[in-house]
């Protein structure tokens, strides 16, 4: 008889259980150890048996866990569930075993047909089943696989609770994972044998079924399948499954009483596939309910062949040596002996990761938590991406994917980095286009960021990192398509169908020209021209305009013929300069922010957009610059927006200071109502665009800005208070100090401080040619040749924003 049967009496021996927790060092020694010595017939595994056909590739020496067995449901492929292994997992260790001793492995959990099909009908949420009980990792460690009010937390906790400890990791670590390297009495079905009698005492509190029931049809399904396997196989049978289950497997029940709770059960078609899983999405901190602590520590219990302290501190000290900290051999050897000293005054067999962690933080780190951050992040957690070979079954757009991404030399990894990437080099531009197009896939592989020391449009930055269930979200986007790029071309054209309004279109043209999706543009074009002809509101054209320029710029740079796109954009910008002072009459106070913001958008698009983008829109920017007049001299036209209208036109040159003073002055007469007065200040000299400087170099403005304030009523001043606040809370904290300086001096001393010369105050009278001519050569070396602009950024050569420079 095994360990297990011992004391139950004659007749026919019974299976092996072994109870394990899921992803447990000590627990995948003890399995591999009682596996070598009753040296079983068949081995049984907690897992879908659709994966049984999955098993041989196990043992393909290009299949690297951490990995996952990841099962979808064919028609909603958003229907998902893993189930994580990592080299330490007692599964996977018997996975392993059973392909090197050539004997028959089976899985015998719930099928995932059914398990997803019931997650369906009860409609829970989320997309993803990890610790949802259909993986193995609904162990004692999984607060999900316990049954009974006061066990349902974590049957782990119970069980360290009733041993007098108050911290269920590091009593497990004690009494399993440290006893590999602490010795043992040598019966390799002992701990199995444990676990076992302290499992069913648990159980015995148990109301029901775990899970609302849902244990109890998993335990039937795994009951018939032992039988089964006793009939068939050869010698005797082995059982690796959550330590929860062990009771109920060896509990007496007759089959035909199993076959009733299976009855009925609702069913869809799945397929299942090795995937890539991760450390970090292995940890309970990644959202896995039956994830563990520290697999990056556990992965190196269980890797040590001795002297697991040793050689973990030496790993430590690796690291923070690679990160430009001094640690020595003897800070290595000291946090040896503090960690030795630390358990021996806790009480624990062997040092474990709490006073490692504490001898590091002491000796290595000088007491500080910054540097321990970073070896939880990288050696406790870790960053491992496993791989699988490239015979697992895939959807074929998961295989063109693979493809494109060994092409591109663009490896997926697990830990977050940085990519950047020249647009003017061609395996740059491709990688873009990839990246661009698993974003309008819904795969989010990677994430666009700001670029560090160039804002031209030739770069781009994207942070990386591939996480597991992109894998569910390739799946998913394979309805569109078997390659990339054909899917990414029929997802733009069902999205640019079904967009909401004219801002999501013109949005989707811009990410069809990143993408590089020539055949979705065409469609993407016909509607948004359709949309822009029926759309009247302005609010709506003024928020797709910016879009479309940008898309233009981008064209620009990619070799993309824009030429429609132009024309659009063009015949866009007319329609918005005819309605938008119709627009901005008689609007409230947030309805006239959100149009100073439309303001905004539409200058920076007309400037980008030039006077020459397509044929027959010539002198788009006079056009918009005769708008703005008419905003800043309608009194029905929000102060914010008149305001916003005079600085705009101020910085294009068009208005002479003299004159922008005389709209202020208007703006902040006695005859204006404070409330308007402070809006036309915040539409001036707010809202980022730099006012604060304006104030600080041209004293003619700051006294008419003191002067209204100072004469604001006592009463009213409340009032306009919350919008001055806003304005000037706005400016860099230089600039506020600088004007709180100047006010506090006086009117008397503003000419000295910001006056350069006669004329203007605060401006020279003439231009200085001789220091104007000394940055020339600068400027000829970023733009090239005088020709060069226009033909590289399709704006004329006045323009400079969008250059290569």
């Not at 049809?217 to 039988?227: D, N, S, T």
Request: with cysteine; hydrophobic share 45%.
């Amino acid at each position: 008889m095994t360990g297990t049967d011992r004391g139950r009496g004659g007749g026919a021996p019974g299976p092996l259980l072994l109870g394990v927790r899921h992803h447990g060092p000590g627990s995948a020694r003890a399995v591999r150890a009682a596996l070598e010595a009753a040296r079983p017939g068949i081995v049984l595994i907690e897992g879908p048996p659709e994966a049984d056909a999955l098993i041989p590739l196990a043992a393909d020496e290009d299949m690297r866990p951490p990995v996952a067995l990841l099962a979808h449901a064919v028609e909603e492929p958003g229907r998902s569930a893993f189930w994580p292994l990592a080299e330490f997992s007692p599964e996977w260790v018997a996975l392993r075993w059973a392909l090197e001793h050539d004997v028959p492995a089976r899985f015998i959990d719930l099928p995932a047909a059914h398990s997803l099909a019931w997650r369906s009908e009860e409609d829970m949420q989320g997309e993803d089943t990890e610790g949802t009980g259909e993986e193995p990792g609904a162990g004692p460690g999984d607060p999900s696989c316990a049954s009974a009010p006061e066990v349902r937390v974590d049957p782990l906790a119970a069980l360290a609770g009733a041993a007098g400890h108050d911290d269920p990791e590091r009593w497990w670590e004690d009494v399993v994972e440290h006893q590999g390297h602490g010795g043992g009495d040598g019966d390799a079905l002992a701990p199995f044998t444990a676990l076992e009698e302290a499992m069913a005492a648990l159980r015995e509190t148990e109301e029901g079924g775990g899970h609302d029931g849902r244990d109890l049809v998993r335990e039937a399904y795994m009951r018939l399948q032992v039988r089964a396997a006793q009939r068939d196989a050869a010698g005797s049978v082995a059982v690796v499954c959550g330590a929860w289950h062990v009771p109920a497997l060896r509990r007496k029940v007759t089959a035909t009483a199993d076959r009733a709770l299976l009855k009925g059960l609702p069913r869809t078609k799945v397929d299942l596939t090795w995937v890539p899983w991760t450390y970090r999405r292995l940890s309970r901190s990644g959202g896995y309910g039956a994830g563990i602590e520290s697999p990056g520590w556990y992965a190196h219990l269980f890797g040590a062949a001795d002297r697991p302290v040793e050689r973990w501190l030496t790993k430590v000290a690796g690291l923070l040596r690679d990160e430009g900290r001094t640690v020595s051999s003897a800070h290595v050897i000291e946090a040896v002996r503090l960690a030795g000293t630390l358990a021996v005054l806790r009480g624990r067999p062997l040092a474990g990761l709490g006073e490692t962690t504490d001898a590091v933080r002491a000796v290595m780190c000088d007491g500080s938590d910054v540097p321990l951050a970073l070896v939880r992040d990288r050696l406790v957690v870790g960053d491992v991406l496993g791989e699988v070979p490239a015979g697992a079954p895939a959807v074929p757009l998961q295989r063109d994917l693979a493809r494109v991404q060994r092409r591109l030399r663009l490896k997926p990894e697990a830990g977050l980095r940085e990519l950047e990437l020249d647009l003017r080099k061609d395996t740059d531009a491709s990688r873009s286009r990839l990246l661009h197009r698993l974003r309008l896939l819904g795969v989010g592989w990677g994430e666009p960021a700001a670029s560090r020391g160039s804002t031209g449009t030739f770069r781009e930055t994207w942070r990386l990192r591939w996480e597991p269930e992109l894998s569910v979200r390739v799946a998913e986007a394979g309805v569109w398509g078997t390659t990339v790029l054909a899917a990414a071309t029929a997802k733009a054209e069902g999205d640019a169908v079904t967009a909401r309004d004219l801002a999501e279109v013109t949005a989707l043209a811009e990410r069809c020209l990143s993408a590089g999706l020539p055949d979705a543009l065409t469609p993407v074009m016909r509607i948004l021209a359709d949309r822009a002809a029926l759309d009247t509101d302005v609010g709506h054209l003024a928020r797709a305009l910016p879009a479309l320029v940008r898309s233009l710029r981008y064209g620009d740079v990619r070799g993309t013929d824009t030429g429609a796109l132009a024309e659009v954009a063009a015949g866009l910008a007319e329609r918005v300069f005819v309605g938008l002072p119709a627009a901005c009459a008689a609007l409230d106070a947030d309805a006239a922010d959100e149009m100073r913001r439309h303001v905004d958008a539409v200058h920076g698009a007309v400037g980008l957009l030039g006077d020459t983008s397509a044929p027959g829109h010539g002198g788009l920017r006079s056009r918009w610059q005769r708008v703005l007049r008419t905003l800043s001299t309608r009194d029905i036209v929000p102060g914010v927006v008149r305001g916003r209208a005079v600085r705009l036109l101020l910085d294009d040159g068009v208005l002479a200071a003299d004159e922008a003073a005389r709209f202020m002055g208007l703006a902040l007469s006695r005859g204006t109502p404070p409330a308007d007065a402070a809006a036309w200040i915040e539409g001036f000299v707010g809202g980022g665009s730099g006012g604060g400087l304006l104030l600080l170099h041209d004293e003619r403005l700051l006294a008419l800005v003191d002067a209204w304030l100072t004469g604001v009523a006592a009463e009213a001043f409340t009032e306009v208070l919350p919008l001055l606040r806003r304005t000037f809370a706005a400016y860099e904290p230089g600039v506020r100090r600088s004007l709180g300086e100047l006010v506090r001096r006086g009117p008397e001393a503003w000419g000295r401080v910001t006056t350069a010369g006669p004329g203007i105050p605060g401006f020279a009278a003439d231009l200085d040619t001789e220091r104007a001519d000394a940055v020339l050569p600068v400027v000829r070396l970023l733009l090239g040749p005088a020709g060069d602009a226009p033909a590289r950024t399709g704006l004329d050569g006045n323009d400079l924003v969008g250059v290569d420079a």
